[in-house]
Each structure stands twice: as structure tokens, then as C-alpha cells.
């Protein structure tokens, strides 16, 4: 406070008492009656500003406990106790705390609400700073990121170690620029990201950038574009053949009474190899897209073994392999008929054609841990532990030359998979190099009924 504004209200009482007794011709008192009116309005003035100050450090403190959140301490004093202008300003200051806890209140709400919404999306994603530093993720991001450190305070190259990502966030930090890229990342569980960069926008500095996980649909591009391009070559091969004896006969080779005998008889082979094919493949699209209703009842799978195996007889005996079946008679799966008959005929059939001249085929079943168990083993060819993994995918073949040869599709594992899987149950393979194969199927044992275990 400035000094004269300290000594106008101190020296004015006084100077007026001096005045007056001056006035009145009472010379001497005048002098102690001024020095005793300085000194009242002294401790007036001191007693004053002593009560100012109190009520100033109390309303500070009170300023201070609200800025931290906190109520404010003790009791609110009565307004007499205090000047009007301390009173004016702890009401305004009072009005300013209301609005100020309403506001960061709905901030507060906003904030959850906003955080809710991005740890409920399946999309990852991250905010950066002007420097492209991370400053928030989402849940989401740090599951696809596959990390357990922390995201918040890294830069894009530390997380990823992609010298194209950190440059699109760098772009979008300093120019603005938006980018659309994608990245694969290696380890126990590679993933493919489609990311896309952008500036915040609205004037504000930084960047965000939203993942999307596209692994699955990297994968299923990849299955699709290897189904086109199987079945144009396994279709391209009969279709060939068919073609070119067709118009090798119609150059002049009917007549040939040797030739052709032979050329309609491949014509009439591949015919039939191309008319499997599109039956395998019709059956395989059935049951992936689950138009084939598969019932559950009750199958013998003595009965079941003996249909298939009467199928591939002649083949067997053509081949002098041997055909056993032991499976005991009252062993019931659960299943479908019809698909458990083309499972046993897929899996005999490929016994006998991969098994050499003079083998033998062993069918067995057996009921172990609650499900049905039926084992067909083969003296075959075999297969080497590193196809074993893949041997049931779509036109997956061991040998691709001589599988041809052989007359197979390259689905019939495929269809026995679907089947078994459409069934409850699954299919295993164990086999070694020149030492045969065993595959074995798992189906739901049938439940005894009340009349039968009474």
C-alpha cells in the first residue's frame, strides 16, 4: 500500500481535533488532545488492518483447498464479522467455484464417456503430440501391438520398429498429410495391420492413427486365391486330355481299330476323374457353407466299415491288398449315416490306393474314454512328419505327380475333416516314411437307453 494512502486516514482525526481546539483558543490541550486522537486512530487503523489480514489469509486458504478439490475448512463465518468488500469477494469467489465444479464435472463425464468409446472398439488406436510421441491409446491397440511396457511417452519407431510408419506420422505431425499403409509383424502370432494416419485437425497439433487387424482376412484372400487357382489346375488337366484325344479321333484316329479303343478309354477315365472333382467340390462347398444337415442317430460302425470297405473291394483285390475289419459288433457312434460312410470309404480309399501291391489294410474300433474310436491302418508309402501338419488342407498332396497318377481330387481329407468336425467329432494321423499310415476318427458314443441298461 502506498504510504500517503497509510497516513491520510491516520493524520486526518487528529489534524481536525487540532483545528478545533485551536479555534476555541485552547492553545495546550489542543496539542494533547491531537496526539491522543493520533493515537486512536493509530490502534484503529492497526486493529483494522490486523482483522483485514486474518479475514484475507482465511479466504486464501479457502481459495486454495477448493482449487485442489478439497471442502473448505471449518464453518462459514457470519457475514458481520467481516468488511463488506472481503464479504463481496468471497460471494464472487464462491460464485466462480460453482461454475468451475460444473465444468470440470462435465469434463470429468465427457472424458469417461470418450474413454469408454475407444477401449470398446475392436480398432486399435493412438494419439500423438506435435513431436509424435504417443499421449493415449485404447485397450484394443495394446492386445494387437502384442506388448505388455508401456505405449504412453514412446515414439512410433520404438513401438514398432517401422521406418514407414514413424514417417507417415511425422508427415501428418508437421505437413498435415494423411497415409494409409500396412505392416506385418513377426513372432509367436504374426498379424497383418492396416493402418491408417491422420492429423488431428481443428487446428490442434499431433497426429492419430487407427489399426485395424486384418489378419484373418489377409488369410482368407490367400485360401480363396489358392482354391482359384487349384481347381483351374486340377480342372485344366482332364479337360486337356479330354480335348485333344477328342480331336485326335476326329483327325482320323476312329478309324484306327487299336488306337481307338485306348483314346476312348481315357476319354471315358478323365471324364470320370472330372466328374469326382466337381462332386468333391460341391460336397466340400456344402458343408463349409453348412447346407448338408447332418442328423445325429445312432450308428453301427461294424456296419458302417463293412459297406465302405465292400466299396474299395475290387480295387483291393486288383491290388491283392488284404482288407480286415474288427470292429466289435456293439459299438455305437453318434453321428450321421450317411457321413460316417463317406468318411470310412474316403479313408479306405486312400489306404488302398497309397498302399503297395500285396499289403494289407486293417480297420479296428474300439470304445476308449467315452467315445468311439475307429483306427485305419495302412502298410502304405507313409508320410513324412513334415507334411503331417497340412495334409488335411484342400488339395494338399504328399507326392503331386503321383497322386494324379492315382486318380485323387486332393479333397478327400478336406471332406473327412468337415465331416467329422459337423459330427462332434475329429480326425488325427500318425505315419512314418515306408512304414504306412494310421489315421484315426473320434465320434460321440451313442447313449445307452433306459430299456437297454434295465
Excluded at 116 to 145: K, P, S
Excluded at 216 to 245: C, M, Q, W
Excluded at 275 to 304: I, N, Q, W, Y
Aim: charged content about 25%.
Amino acid at each position: 500500500m502506498p504510504l500517503r494512502l497509510f497516513l491520510l486516514p491516520l493524520l486526518a482525526p487528529a489534524l481536525a481535533a487540532l483545528l478545533l481546539f485551536l479555534l476555541l483558543g485552547w492553545k495546550l490541550d489542543a496539542l494533547f488532545v491531537a496526539l491522543a486522537t493520533l493515537s486512536g486512530s493509530l490502534l484503529t487503523l492497526l486493529a483494522a488492518r490486523g482483522a483485514l489480514k486474518r479475514q484475507l489469509l482465511t479466504l486464501a486458504r479457502q481459495v486454495r483447498t477448493r482449487a485442489e478439490g478439497s471442502p473448505a475448512p471449518g464453518g462459514r463465518e457470519d457475514e458481520r464479522d467481516r468488511l463488506e468488500e472481503v464479504a463481496n469477494l468471497q460471494g464472487a469467489i464462491d460464485s466462480l467455484h460453482q461454475q468451475l465444479s460444473a465444468r470440470n464435472a462435465g469434463l470429468n463425464q465427457e472424458s469417461r464417456t470418450l474413454t469408454a468409446v475407444l477401449d470398446g472398439m475392436t480398432e486399435g488406436i493412438w494419439v500423438t503430440d506435435a513431436e509424435g510421441t504417443v499421449v493415449r491409446h485404447n485397450d484394443a491397440l495394446r492386445g494387437m501391438l502384442q506388448t505388455a511396457g508401456n505405449i504412453t511417452g514412446q515414439r512410433p519407431l520404438a513401438l514398432l520398429r517401422n521406418d514407414v510408419l514413424n514417417e507417415a506420422v511425422i508427415r501428418a505431425c508437421r505437413e498435415g498429410a494423411s497415409t494409409r499403409l500396412e505392416l506385418t509383424l513377426e513372432g509367436l502370432f504374426p498379424r497383418t495391420l492396416a493402418i491408417r494416419v491422420t492429423p488431428l485437425g481443428n487446428d490442434l497439433p499431433g497426429s492419430a492413427a487407427v489399426f485395424h487387424d486384418v489378419t484373418e482376412l489377409r488369410h482368407l484372400e490367400k485360401v480363396r486365391k489358392d482354391f482359384v487357382a487349384n481347381v483351374s489346375h486340377e480342372l485344366r488337366t482332364p479337360i486337356t486330355a479330354i480335348r485333344g484325344y477328342a480331336e485326335t479321333l476326329q483327325g482320323g484316329a476312329l478309324q484306327d481299330a487299336v488306337m481307338a479303343p485306348k483314346m476312348v478309354d481315357i476319354i471315358h477315365r478323365q471324364s470320370e476323374r472330372l466328374s469326382e472333382l466337381v462332386e468333391d467340390l460341391l460336397e466340400l462347398s456344402r458343408l463349409e457353407s453348412r447346407e448338408v444337415k447332418l442328423t445325429g442317430v445312432d450308428v453301427p460302425l461294424a456296419v458302417s466299415a463293412s459297406r465302405a470297405a465292400e466299396v474299395v473291394r475290387h480295387k483291393a483285390q486288383g491290388k491283392k491288398i488284404t482288407v480286415e475289419l474288427n470292429i466289435p459288433p456293439g459299438l455305437i457312434g453318434r453321428g450321421d449315416e450317411r457321413g460316417l460312410e463317406q468318411v470310412l470309404l474316403n479313408l479306405l480309399d486312400n489306404a488302398v490306393k497309397y498302399t503297395p501291391e500285396g499289403g494289407r489294410v486293417l480297420v479296428t474300433g474300439a470304445l476308449e474314454e467315452g467315445r468311439c474310436v475307429v483306427h485305419v491302418r495302412d502298410t502304405g508309402v507313409g508320410i513324412e512328419p513334415r507334411h503331417l501338419a497340412r495334409i488335411f488342407e484342400r488339395f494338399y498332396r504328399v507326392d503331386k505327380g503321383r497322386s494324379r497318377d492315382m486318380g485323387g481330387t486332393g479333397l478327400g481329407l478336406s471332406i473327412v475333416k468337415h465331416l467329422m468336425g459337423a459330427m462332434g467329432g475329429e480326425v488325427r494321423v500318425e505315419s512314418q516314411p515306408n512304414e504306412g499310415s494310421t489315421f484315426t476318427i473320434f465320434l460321440p458314443a451313442a447313449v445307452p437307453s433306459a430299456s437297454a441298461t434295465g
